[in-house]
C-alpha cells in the first residue's frame, strides 16, 4: 500500500521560510514524478511543483518561481519544498502527490500538512 | 495556460439517479504518443485529500466503481455518476495534464437531493 506522508507545515510570518517533507512508503520511490499541490481554505487545487523520477527535472508554477524549491532523496524516499520569502497567499494545506503513469497525473496523494503565513 | 472550465459549480441529483460534470479545457490536450486526452478526475470527500477516478479521459482507476465513468475528447469532457450512492457526496475536479502548468477546474460540489 503507498503512502506518502507530510510534515513540517505550521504558522510562519510573511517573508519568512519553511520547509515541508513528505516520507513515501510502499512505493519504489525513484519510478515515481513527485508533486506538491496546494489548497487554499475553501478553495479548490492549485499545482505548485513537480520533480522528476530520477530528480533531473523541476517544474514549477509561476506564482512560485524563484521562492520555493522542490527537491528529493531517493536513499530517505523523502519528497521536500523549500518555500522561501512566504505570503499571505501561501497559506494553504500542501499535499504531496506520486504519479507513475504519465508526468502531471497524480495517482497518489497524502493527507497534507497546513501552512499558515501570518503576523 | 491551459485554462479548465467546469459546469456546474453545484449539482444536486437523488439517490439512484444519474449525475453529469462537464470540463472544457481552452486548448486541446491529445497526447499525440498514445492518441489519448491527458484529461483526469479527481473526487475529494471533505476533510480528504484528492482521489484519482478517471486519467486519460475515459479510463477507470484500479478500484474505482463502475458506476463511475469519463467520457469526451479534444476540449469536451463529461464525468457521469451513473446510479448515485450517498458515498458519492464530494466535490470533483477534472485537471489537464498534457502540459505545465498543470490546471484544475474550480471543482463541482455534487450533493444528495
Known amino acids: 500500500e503507498v503512502q506518502l506522508l507530510e510534515s513540517g507545515g505550521g504558522l510562519v510570518q510573511p517573508g519568512g521560510s519553511l520547509r515541508l517533507s513528505c516520507a513515501a512508503s510502499?512505493?519504489?520511490?525513484?519510478?515515481?514524478?513527485m508533486t506538491w499541490v496546494r489548497q487554499a481554505p475553501g478553495k479548490g487545487l492549485e499545482w505548485v511543483s513537480t520533480?522528476?523520477?530520477?530528480?533531473?527535472?523541476?517544474y514549477n508554477a509561476d506564482s512560485v518561481k524563484g521562492r520555493f524549491t522542490i527537491s528529493r532523496d531517493s536513499s530517505k524516499n523523502t519528497l521536500y519544498l523549500q518555500m522561501n520569502s512566504l505570503r499571505a497567499g501561501d497559506t494553504a494545506v500542501y499535499y504531496c502527490?506520486?504519479?507513475?503513469?504519465?508526468?502531471?497525473?497524480?495517482?497518489?496523494w497524502g493527507q497534507g500538512t497546513l501552512v499558515t503565513v501570518s503576523s | 495556460d491551459i485554462v479548465m472550465s467546469q459546469s456546474p459549480d453545484s449539482l444536486a441529483v437523488s439517490l439512484g439517479e444519474r449525475a453529469t460534470i462537464n470540463c472544457k479545457s481552452s486548448?486541446?490536450?491529445?497526447?499525440?504518443?498514445?492518441?489519448?486526452?491527458?484529461l483526469a478526475w479527481y473526487q475529494q470527500k471533505p476533510g480528504q485529500p484528492p482521489k484519482l477516478l478517471i486519467y486519460?479521459?475515459?479510463t477507470r482507476e484500479s478500484g474505482v466503481p463502475d458506476r463511475f465513468s469519463g467520457s469526451g475528447s479534444g476540449t469536451d469532457f463529461t464525468l457521469t455518476i451513473s446510479s448515485l450512492q450517498a458515498e458519492d457526496v464530494a466535490v470533483y475536479y477534472c485537471?489537464?495534464?498534457?502540459?505545465?502548468?498543470?490546471?484544475f477546474g474550480q471543482g463541482t460540489k455534487l450533493e444528495i437531493k
Open positions: 502527490a506520486a504519479g507513475g503513469i504519465r508526468l502531471g497525473l497524480f495517482d497518489f
Open positions: 510502499g512505493v519504489t520511490f525513484s519510478s515515481y514524478a
Open positions: 520533480i522528476s523520477g530520477a530528480g533531473y527535472s523541476t
Open positions: 486548448q486541446n490536450v491529445l497526447y499525440r504518443s498514445n492518441n489519448k486526452d491527458s
Open positions: 486519460w479521459a475515459s
Open positions: 485537471q489537464q495534464y498534457f502540459s505545465t502548468p498543470y490546471t
